[in-house]
């Protein structure tokens, strides 16, 4: 998840205070561009995975998470709300665990598209179901969230010649420092929760750049793209 913080794991970002017990409403204040309103499309791709480990099981009993020991799509989704995103679309290869509270923005692949395919259908079906959303969002189902990430977000977007936004910073970036410029080509790591202009999302879909790479390495087209 984003912080101010070093990167961190699962584990570490649980432990957090930042992560649920800041008080609601009670965020740190970030300053950065601003483009106007950002309107969202919101979405998660997801496939089958075994539960949490207990190592988590246990911080999360601790911390009183009750969905943490299903699979990661449970506290993805959870963390996402607590962040501050309700709305949002899960894009389901077969087999993939579903939630018992449903999330009615479900969408079951009949056959398995593989981790490229899903995504890549999964950020042009959000940008074609919500045609008013400025800023698309994609996410994997394995990511953790801060408390306040959206007001968060709302407040920076956009950082000046800025093609996509990883929420998540590898620590091959990472200077601990906040927001990080990243250069790259096909060799980018982290395609954990990227951030889009709608143009930009549009123009990645569409683009033939993302197709001569092979495998389903969603960083690897990402950072080529954005070469």
Request: aromatic letters at 10%; charged letters at 20%; a neutral charge.
């Amino acid at each position: 998840s984003y912080c101010t913080r070093e990167a961190g794991t699962v584990h570490s970002c649980v432990q957090c205070a930042d992560y649920r017990e800041r008080v609601p409403g009670q965020v740190h204040e970030f300053s950065g561009p601003s483009s106007g309103t950002i309107t969202w499309s919101v979405g998660v791709t997801t496939a089958p995975r075994p539960p949490a480990d207990h190592r988590f099981a246990q911080i999360s009993e601790r911390r009183g998470w009750r969905r943490a020991v299903g699979p990661p799509i449970e506290w993805t989704l959870e963390s996402l709300t607590v962040a501050g995103f309700s709305e949002v679309t899960v894009f389901a290869e077969p087999g993939s665990h579903r939630p018992e509270n449903g999330y009615s923005r479900w969408i079951d692949r009949e056959a398995p598209f593989g981790a490229w395919k899903n995504w890549k259908a999964a950020l042009h079906q959000l940008c074609h179901d919500k045609p008013e959303a400025n800023t698309i969002m994609l996410i994997q189902d394995d990511v953790i969230f801060c408390r306040g990430l959206r007001e968060f977000l709302e407040t920076t977007l956009w950082p000046e010649n800025c093609g996509v936004l990883s929420v998540y910073c590898s620590a091959k970036y990472s200077n601990g420092q906040g927001l990080v410029e990243v250069q790259t080509g096909p060799g980018f790591w982290g395609a954990c929760a990227l951030i889009f202009p709608r143009e930009s999302a549009m123009n990645l879909v569409h683009s033939p750049i993302v197709e001569t790479l092979h495998g389903n390495k969603i960083d690897n087209r990402v950072g080529k793209w954005c070469r």
